[in-house]
Nanobody, 124 residues
Framework: QVQLVESGGGLVQAGGSLRLSCAAS????????MGWFRQAPGKEAEFVAR????????YYSDSVKGRFTISRDNAKNTVYLQMNSLKPEDTAVYFC?????????????????WGQGTQVTVSS
């Protein structure tokens, strides 16, 4: 069983940066696709980014493309989300998820394991 714990969230001013981490335990995630999702108050969860098991393939939502970067360190069993040029509309709880199929997906139903989330608040 894979346990995922997100960290790195916080309060930042618009234009600032944060780096989220998703640390896995219980088993290696080196053969899992990984994804980041976010959920703002009163809204449905939204796909943010995904990365393949080997890090060679990444994909982003249009709303974060060019500002966010997903990466992974399989030796550390950790996935990251570097967020730059943050906007107030990026405010949400951010979740990481693991997909045993190895490539990740923009669809929540593709993922087998989820973290509890970390709050990101961007002030204007």
């Amino acid at each position: 069983q894979v346990q995922l714990v997100e960290s790195g969230g916080g309060l930042v001013q618009a234009g600032g940066s944060l780096r989220l981490s998703c640390a896995a335990s219980g088993r290696t995630i080196s053969n899992y696709g990984m994804g980041w999702f976010r959920q703002a108050p009163g809204k449905e969860a939204e796909f943010v980014a995904r990365i393949s098991w080997n890090g060679h393939n990444t994909y982003y939502s249009d709303s974060v493309k060019g500002r966010f970067t997903i990466s992974r360190d399989n030796a550390k069993n950790t996935v990251y989300l570097q967020m730059n040029s943050l906007k107030p509309e990026d405010t949400a709880v951010y979740f990481c998820a693991a997909d045993h199929n190895g490539y990740g997906s923009r669809w929540r139903t593709s993922y087998d394991h989820w973290g509890q989330g970390t709050q990101v608040t961007v002030s204007s």
